[in-house]
């Protein structure tokens, strides 16, 4: 008897906030493999602040999921059966996969990892995408140099948390904005940031970053974008790189909030760029390498929160936009 396969489609797109009628769970026999075809057995889904983006009609750095297919997503899992010769059952590996708990995949999409040192899971997190963006955005965009000061938002999660580890290896000041008493004291005790800033609980966040960087911020990581963003531009020094990595405030919004405090950029002869991942991919083995150093030696630390049970997708998945994950949100399947 065929396997049965637990998928999640997308089954409409939100109008701000996700829903759980938005996505649609399903339960299909699985075809046969093709030549060159591997089944996977999906371990864990990464969920993502882009999936909502995703989730969008029409094409920005990458196409809009369409109705009716299965949700996108980047997995890992264990290979239960090849027709393709570099794969073999028992192999872990990672790819996008989608949101389901079986994925049939021609062999050239998928990548080989080794489980054997770390957990899976992390090649969903700090040793995949994720964390790529954490890398390649701060050392490719942010150029860190010793002595000056970085802020990052968004800094208890994934990837701000592993922005502001590696700013301190590279040794800057580093400065969090984080939503709460617990993830402000865990960005100093457990990441070892200098200064945390609780965005949730403070009137005035430029002048609370005024005081934690008096002579301004060298370099800001963007997670957020909106009013945080606004408030960092009227601290940049001079010279300063404003990285846009994402904008978690505005992906629920119809209206974007505009900037007002831009023409800072100016009197500071300051930068600000975007980075896509994506643009990286070809360079993952020099991050995963480097990062895995950093982990084996304690220099940085990997926090993870896992959810279990594609049925709860939609749930788990708002928990990005509440800030309920503490670390890097992963659904295990
Ligand atoms: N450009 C790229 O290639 C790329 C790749 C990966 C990720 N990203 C971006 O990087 C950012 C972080 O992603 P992640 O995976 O590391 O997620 P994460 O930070 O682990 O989780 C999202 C966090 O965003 C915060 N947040 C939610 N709504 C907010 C709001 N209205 N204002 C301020 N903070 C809010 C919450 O933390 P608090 O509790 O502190 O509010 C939440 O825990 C996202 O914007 C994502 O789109 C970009």
Known sequence: MALLNKQVLLAQRPTRKIQSTDFKIVETPLPALADNEVLVKIAHISLDPAMRGWMNAGT????????????????????????????????TVAGTMGAQAYAIVPGKYLTKVDATKVPLSWYVGILGMPGMTSYFGLLEK????????????????????????????????????????E????LITDYGFDAAIDYKNIDNIAKAIRAAAPNGIDI??????????????????????????????????????????????????GTLSGIIVLDYFDRAAECITQLSQWLASGKIKYKEHTEQGLDRFAEVLNMLFTGENKGKLVLNV
Not at 60 to 89: C, L, N, Q, W
Not at 183 to 186: A, G, I, L, N, V
Request: proline share 2%; net charge neutral.
């Open 60 to 91: 920005t750095y990458i196409r809009g999921v369409e109705i009716g297919e299965v949700m996108r997503a980047f997995v890992a899992g264990t290979v239960a059966e090849s027709k393709h010769p570099d794969f073999k059952e028992g192999d």
């Open 142 to 181: 942010g150029l860190p140099k010793e002595g000056e000061t970085l802020l990052v938002s968004g800094a208890a999660g994934m990837v701000g948390s592993l922005v502001g580890q590696i700013a301190k290896i590279k040794g800057l000041k580093v400065i969090g904005i984080a939503g709460g008493k």
């Open 183 to 186: 993830k402000c004291d865990s």
């Open 220 to 269: 800001y990581f963007d997670n957020v974008g909106g009013e945080i963003l606004d408030a960092a531009l009227l601290n940049l020094a001079n010279h300063a790189r404003v990285v846009i990595c994402g904008a978690i405030s505005q992906y629920n919004e119809t209206n974007y909030v505009g900037l007002k405090n831009y023409m800072k950029l100016i009197s500071a002869r």
